[in-house]
């Protein structure tokens, strides 16, 4: 896999370590989300953990309220992680545009978050970056959990972490 594989097409994101932008596979037509990490910016600010953890993590876990990793790649300079796109947006939008959901709105996104989340736990991990920007919306309005860079995996039962 390469990027030369995809089409780029969009600008949907920018972090502090990454950036991401909607891509279609040229072989398939389709639509992915894909998350570019320069190594020097990782190498610099000490989190390459951080983005090998969050690869780790999207290629083992499977569920309809969390994306999905299809591919991940590299090049000398920059990390590729290949994820799901969706079109709905970020939660915080859908917020700020609202300024607030009815409580019928709020349970319902709280409940898909907390099975989400249920299935982080049940798999020893923590997510620890809970906030509307990372919660994207499908066509249909559900949630999917997105950005594990600052997520631990493989914790066991009472252990507590040591890092912030």
């Not at 300079?77 to 947006?89: E, Q, T």
């Not at 249920?118 to 620890?128: K, T």
């Not at 990372?134 to 914790?155: A, E, P």
């Amino acid at each position: 896999m390469r990027v030369d594989d995809f089409d780029l097409l969009a600008v949907v994101g920018k972090g502090s370590y990454a950036k991401v932008l909607q891509v279609r596979k040229k072989d398939s037509g389709k639509i992915y989300a894909m998350k570019i990490l320069q190594k020097s910016h990782l190498v610099a600010r000490n989190v390459v953990a951080h983005a090998l953890a969050e690869r780790k993590i999207l290629a083992n876990l499977k569920h309809p309220f969390i994306v999905s990793l299809h591919y991940s790649f590299q090049t000398h300079d920059k990390l590729y992680l290949v994820v799901d796109y969706f079109n709905g947006g970020e939660l915080f939008y859908h917020l700020r545009k609202a300024k607030r959901f009815t409580e019928l709105q709020a349970q319902f996104f709280i409940c898909e978050v907390i099975l989400a989340i249920e299935h982080l736990h049940s798999n020893n991990i923590i997510y620890r970056d809970l906030k509307p920007e990372n919660i994207l919306l499908d066509c249909d309005g559900h949630i999917r959990l997105t950005d594990f860079g600052l997520s631990k995996d493989g914790l066991k039962k009472g252990v507590l972490t040591r890092t912030f």
